[in-house]
């Protein structure tokens, strides 16, 4: 199961995102906004990595409209690695090495049909478990 958020500048490829995502049958909830209203992405950065950290949800995907400051605000919640990823090459190595468990992209930067393929490169990727990536994961946290 995922958590996705977003703040109003990603709330649109947030909803293109939920119509991939139910397509692949891929279980989600969706912790807001719900419109293009301005709102404050630390809010939504926050409770996504809140609820990705206790366990709740595996993985997250949070957007706003660079991708930079919902992952800067998810990245304060311990035992979060969220990885703005606006290329497929970001997004499969962040999986190999980082393990990182959340997704960010900015909703102003990329197309949806970038950012598909960017999710799909994400989940499908799997962490590398090699030593020194885990490592410097470790040291991360410490
Ligand atoms: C909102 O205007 C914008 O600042 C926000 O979506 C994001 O880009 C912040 O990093």
Redesign the pocket.
């Known amino acids: 199961m995922i958590a996705i958020g977003s703040?109003?500048?990603?709330y649109l490829l947030k909803e293109e995102i939920k119509k991939h995502l139910k397509e692949k049958e891929i279980t989600f909830k969706d912790f807001g906004c719900d419109s293009e209203e301005a709102c404050d992405?630390p809010v939504y950065g926050k409770a996504v990595a809140e609820a990705v950290a206790k366990g709740t949800y595996e993985k997250g995907i949070l957007i706003?409209?660079?991708g930079?400051?919902?992952s800067i605000s998810a990245n304060k919640i311990k035992g979060i690695r969220a990885a703005l990823c606006n290329d497929c090459f970001s997004a499969e190595a962040t999986r190999e090495h980082n393990d990182a468990n959340i997704l960010c992209l900015g909703g102003?930067v990329i197309g949806t049909g970038l950012a598909l393929k960017i999710v799909d490169i994400f989940f499908e990727t799997e962490f590398s478990k090699e030593e020194r990536h885990k490592r410097r994961i470790e040291m991360i946290e410490k």
Not at 7 to 10: K, M, R
Request: with cysteine; net charge neutral.
């Open positions: 703040d109003h500048g990603g992405y706003c409209g660079t930079i400051g919902i102003r």
